[in-house]
């Protein structure tokens, strides 16, 4: 082996030695053997019940008996919790928090023998190490011309100095530290596997994760929405205002208040976001239906927009998901009408049918090759999400979607929601 291969080797040994996360994990170790004595009164009574067996046996009772109070006392949820926690802090490893529901009754026994074994380590860290501690500094002192005694287990080692006591002390002080790195190399190898997730709770953690995207990705579709019409209706609101402010005044103020309306409006729905995404807890979520259309087609009016509505069918009836879906399709598609239209009327058709719900809006667009959305005024930034985002909404709705030219110079949206029927 060549010189440089030993030195790596040699201070791969060393390096754990000099690491304060070592000796974190001895306390974390100490710890759980030192919270372990109030069950050892407890431990003791087979062995006083059964007064006439050999002290042997009396003592393999006490253990049992203790091991079993101490795993007993590991089933409990806030213990696994609580270990986790002071692993992850103490050990420096990485475990996730447990996952909610149910667990199997043999993932359930991993916590039990995990503090078991935590227990156990921490009490053969203790004695071994620490009596090789006190080996390590009684040893040199000896030297010093007093006398040293050992007691440990009612026996008694007088240590008689001379010369080779110190190295003997130093190597008795480096086999503790040895001692301390064992115990924490152990305790770090067990507890991904006896503390961390098991195959079960990974797939009930992936699933947690994945309903967790999905809520955030429908909160930023709903954010979409909502901001991008208001911000859309405001400017447009804004501009008209500003230009019939003094021909028209009370066009001006009807403008304004169709911005105060609409900022209010987006104001609930992002203040309702933002505390899902701080993790607080939010308020009642904003519920806008096919209830709120005409509120919406207002504002638009008030944009200074042509819209002009057909309604067709037992719209009110439209209740549930299916209704705020639709809204919220509707609002999208007549803020890419607002955005990137050519002016002129914006029809909007509303067709509610005992078996499907049809949505539809059509809006002039600049011609030419290529004419749709984004090609018309050109006066809005666009994200490129709306139209996808739809697409996928209907997706998850199970219905059809169609986006595109309707003759010249119009575009047309056009959105089929199926209508589930109750048994």
Partial sequence: MRRPEILTIMIRGIRPLLSGSTYTGVLFAFGGALASLPLLPFATAPALLWGSAPYAVRVVLTLAAWALLIGLAGLARTTRRVLIASARRLLRVSLPDPAAGRRSAADRLRTPVWLVLHVALGWA????????????????????????????????????????????????????????????????????????????????LAAERELLLAE????????????????????????????????????????????????????????YVLGVLREEEPGTAPVRTLADLPELLDRLRHAGAVVEPVLSGEVAQ??????????????????????????????????????????????????????????????????????????????????????????????????????????
């Fill in 216 to 271: 955030r990705n429908r909160l930023a579709q709903e954010l979409h929405d909502s901001i991008g019409h208001t911000l859309t209706a405001a400017t447009i609101q804004a501009a008209v205002a500003g230009e019939v402010l003094s021909a028209d005044p009370a066009a001006a103020r009807a403008a304004m208040r169709g911005i105060e309306e609409s900022a209010r409006a987006a104001l609930e729905d992002l203040d």
């Fill in 318 to 423: 439209v209740r549930g998901t299916l209704s705020r879906a639709a809204y919220r399709i509707l609002q999208e598609g007549l803020t890419n009408a607002l955005r990137h239209g050519a002016g002129g009327p914006i029809e909007v058709g509303v067709v509610a049918a005992p078996d499907a719900l049809e949505l539809r809006v059509v809006n002039r667009v600049t011609t030419g090759p290529g004419a749709g959305p984004g090609v018309g005024a050109g006066a809005f930034p666009t994200s490129g999400h709306g139209l996808p985002g739809l697409a996928e909404r209907v997706r998850l709705l199970n219905g059809e979607f169609e986006a595109g030219p309707d003759g010249p110079g119009h575009w047309r949206l056009a959105v089929r929601l199926p209508v589930r029927v109750s048994a």
């Fill in 125 to 204: 860290g203790a004695l071994v190490g620490g009596m090789l501690l006190l080996l390590g500094l009684s040893l040199p002192g000896s030297l010093l011309g007093g006398t040293a005694r050992l007691n440990l287990f009612d026996r008694s080692v007088d240590l008689a100095g001379s010369w080779w006591s110190w190295p003997v002390g130093v190597g008795c002080v480096l086999l503790a530290a040895v001692v301390c790195a064992l115990v924490t190399g152990a305790l770090r190898w067990s507890a991904p596997r006896l503390l961390g997730p098991s195959a079960a709770e990974r797939l009930a």
